[in-house]
């Protein structure tokens, strides 16, 4: 397996340019099934789950073509198969959004049974529960979720118990092509739902309400297609500027949304970094001070996305001061925590919550990275530490981090990848 080769101490200074939304990509490009005309994805980022999933696309007969600009066209005219490949669908759980768009358009899907993965169990109830309720039937059998349905789908109200991201995209695309009124109460508000219900609508979708507790879907008979571009990436935003929190530095993130932020931000002021911004750039600069220790809980947006919790716990690791982090999301989603101890953080764990006591300096280590954003997190502590870090089954960070070396590297990092 790879790995990342880190001599840590430097602060990173500079700018970075941010990519397009991986958790707004991965619906957005399920979307493409719902379209009988041609659809064109901008600003998609460069990394494995998007690969995944146009593969998942093409093998089941998408015609795809990507030109210069790195813009993805898809003519689903072609397909040929309503049967997901299980190998793909294991490599990542994000392809179940593919059941709403398929079932709904083609009134069939055969979806491998996602599994788990090291953060959590991740159950798919609410998304069988949501397609259900629009009339669909589902039977799980031999590890496969297969999905059929007598007529189009009709509208329903549905109100979920949990909002959870997934599910709701899934409901909000199959209910696109439903007939009549589909109402989704207590759905998901992160700005990944507003992308895409923005994206449905410019292909011919009429989705109201995204981003708030109530929306109102008024199915339609199809959809035509059209371009629409990815918002940025509002976690590899505050990746950076944690990076540089941790490190006393001074970053600036390019190109990036300053709507879909959120409370990351408050979060940040608290570390006593001085924040500015312009209409699309965000920069902390911690003048080279170490951070002050902050509390937080993750929670469903408009919280703490728990997409940055690793993240901010290594900036509390070098904190002034001692700050509680609590995971509200996932079942087991500190597993950094032991990590960064070898590290030398002094973090003590109760359950979901960590206490997390600041020290001057953490010291390099052999470290194993275990999830996607556990990695990211390795990767700022090594920056951050005296002396050099190896950070083993990198080929994690790849999922959600777009060059994460070569833009680390033009802030200041001395960083290599080594192939094992
Ligand atoms: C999305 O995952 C994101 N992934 C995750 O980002 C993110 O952490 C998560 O939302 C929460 O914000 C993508 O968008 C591709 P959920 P998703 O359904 O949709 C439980 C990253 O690092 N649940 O909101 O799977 C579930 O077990 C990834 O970029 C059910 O119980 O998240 C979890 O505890 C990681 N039943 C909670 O809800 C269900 O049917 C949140 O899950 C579905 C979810």
Not at 45 to 54: A, G, K
Not at 147 to 154: E, P, Q, T
Request: charged share 20%.
């Amino acid at each position: 397996m790879e790995k990342l080769i880190i001599q840590g101490g430097t602060p990173l200074i500079g700018s970075v340019e941010i990519s397009g939304s991986k958790n707004s990509s991965l619906p957005i490009l399920a979307a493409m099934l719902l379209c009988e005309g041609k659809t064109t994805v901008a600003n998609l980022p460069h990394l494995q789950d998007v690969t995944t999933l146009l593969e998942l696309l093409g093998s089941l007969g998408v015609e795809l073509s990507i030109d210069e600009n790195r813009y993805v066209e898809a003519d689903t005219r072609t397909i040929h198969s309503l049967a997901t490949p299980s190998e793909l669908v294991k490599k990542m759980r994000a392809s179940i959004l593919v059941l709403g768009p398929m079932v709904s358009r083609f009134g069939e899907a055969k979806v491998s049974f996602p599994g788990g993965c090291a953060i959590g169990s991740r159950p798919v109830d609410l998304h069988i529960g949501g397609m259900e309720s629009l009339g669909a039937e589902i039977t799980i059998e031999n590890g496969f979720i297969k999905a059929s349905r007598r007529g189009r789908l009709r509208g329903a109200t549905i109100s979920l118990p949990f909002p959870s991201v997934g599910a709701t995209e899934n409901i909000i695309m199959a209910a696109s092509l439903a007939e009549g009124t589909t109402r989704i109460k207590n759905p998901a508000l992160e700005p990944e739902i507003v992308d895409l219900a923005n994206c449905l609508n410019v292909w011919g979708a009429n989705i109201r309400g995204a981003g708030t507790p109530t929306i109102l879907i008024e199915g339609v008979p199809k959809m035509n297609g059209g371009f629409f571009r990815v918002m940025p990436d509002r976690i590899e935003t505050a990746t950076y500027l944690a990076a540089a929190a941790a490190t006393g530095g001074k970053v600036r993130t390019r190109h990036v949304e300053l709507s879909n932020i959120g409370s990351v931000l408050e979060k940040f002021r608290k570390t006593g970094g001085d924040l500015t911004h312009g209409t699309d750039w965000i920069e902390i600069d911690m003048q080279g001070k170490r951070p002050k220790a902050v509390d937080f809980t993750t929670g469903p947006h408009p919280g703490f996305p728990t997409d940055m919790q690793a993240q901010f716990t290594v900036v509390n690791s070098v904190a002034m001061g001692t700050a509680s982090v609590r995971e509200t999301i996932f079942e087991n989603r500190l597993m950094q925590v032991q990590e960064l101890r070898r590290m030398g953080a002094k973090i003590d764990l109760n359950g979901n919550l960590a206490v997390v006591t600041g020290v001057p300096k953490l010291t390099g280590a052999r470290v194993v990275a275990s999830d996607l954003r556990a990695s990211a997190a390795l990767v700022i502590a090594g920056i951050a530490a005296e002396g050099e870090t190896t950070i083993d089954e990198i080929y994690h960070v790849d999922r959600g981090y777009e060059c994460f070396e070569e833009k680390l590297h033009k802030l200041g990092a001395k960083i290599t990848r080594l192939p094992d």
